[in-house]
C-alpha cells in the first residue's frame, strides 16, 4: 500500500509564509510526477503547483512568485513553500504523486487527506 501525508497546514496571518511538506511511504518502485492541489470552501479542487522527476515546475498563475514546489526523491518528499499569503489561499492542500508501487505494474495517481491552510485577513 501507498500513503501520502501532508503536514504543515495551519492558521496564518496575512503577508505570513508556511512550508507544506507531504510523504510518500509503502511499497514504491519509483515515483515520477508529485503536485500540490488545493479546494476552498464552496469551489472545485485546483492544482497549484506540479513537479517532475528531473525537477520541472509548473504553476497556477494566482500562486506564481509566491509559492515554490520542490522535492526530495530520496527521502520521497514534496514541499510547497508558501509566501506572501493572501485570504484567497485559504483551502485544503493535498498532495498527489504519480507512482509505480512495483516494477510489474503501471503507475498510478495517489493523494493524500489534506491539510488546511487557513490565512487571515
Known amino acids: 500500500q501507498v500513503q501520502l501525508v501532508e503536514s504543515g497546514g495551519d492558521l496564518v496571518q496575512a503577508g505570513g509564509s508556511l512550508r507544506l511538506s507531504c510523504a510518500a511511504s509503502?511499497?514504491?518502485?519509483?515515483?515520477?510526477?508529485m503536485g500540490w492541489y488545493r479546494q476552498a470552501p464552496g469551489k472545485q479542487r485546483e492544482s497549484v503547483a506540479s513537479?517532475?522527476?528531473?525537477?520541472?515546475?509548473n504553476y497556477v498563475d494566482s500562486v506564481k512568485g509566491r509559492f515554490t514546489i520542490s522535492r526530495d526523491n530520496a527521502e520521497k518528499m514534496v514541499y510547497l513553500q508558501m509566501n506572501s499569503l493572501k485570504p484567497e489561499d485559504t483551502a485544503v492542500y493535498y498532495c498527489?504523486?504519480?507512482?509505480?508501487?512495483?516494477?510489474?505494474?503501471?503507475?498510478?495517481?495517489?493523494w493524500g487527506k489534506g491539510t488546511l491552510v487557513t490565512v487571515s485577513s
Open positions: 513537479i517532475t522527476t528531473s525537477g520541472s515546475t
Open positions: 509503502g511499497t514504491i518502485f519509483s515515483i515520477n510526477a
Open positions: 498527489a504523486a504519480n507512482i509505480k508501487s512495483t516494477r510489474l505494474v503501471v503507475a498510478k495517481d495517489y
